[in-house]
């Protein structure tokens, strides 16, 4: 699991596991691997995301932005009260 590291209550995230140490490119990577991982597992290509502990920045952008078209769907903090979901046609 990647998250932003360091910030109030994260001291438990490693460097090699920070969100903000990597960039947008290796996040697509690890995305697009992970992907292919599950798909060889159980055969389904439609996915949906939630980022870990919904965080979106990596040390150079927006990784969401570049990873959504991999997915049906991306869980995110947008609603006030709730988690939502944007739904990609």
């Keep these: 699991m990647l998250v932003t ?3 109030p209550g994260r001291d438990w995230v490693t460097p090699e596991k920070a969100l903000n140490e990597k960039s947008v490119k290796a996040m697509i990577n690890e995305v697009t691997v992970a992907n292919t991982l599950l798909t060889a597992i159980d055969g389904q290509q439609i996915r ?3 980022p870990p502990c919904f965080d979106q920045m990596a040390k150079d952008g927006n990784y969401i932005e570049a990873v959504k078209n991999q997915f049906v769907g991306i869980k995110g903090l947008e609603a006030p009260n709730f988690a ?6």
């Design 5 to 7: 590291a360091p910030s």
């Design 48 to 50: 949906t995301m939630t």
């Design 84 to 89: 939502s979901v944007a739904i990609f046609q």
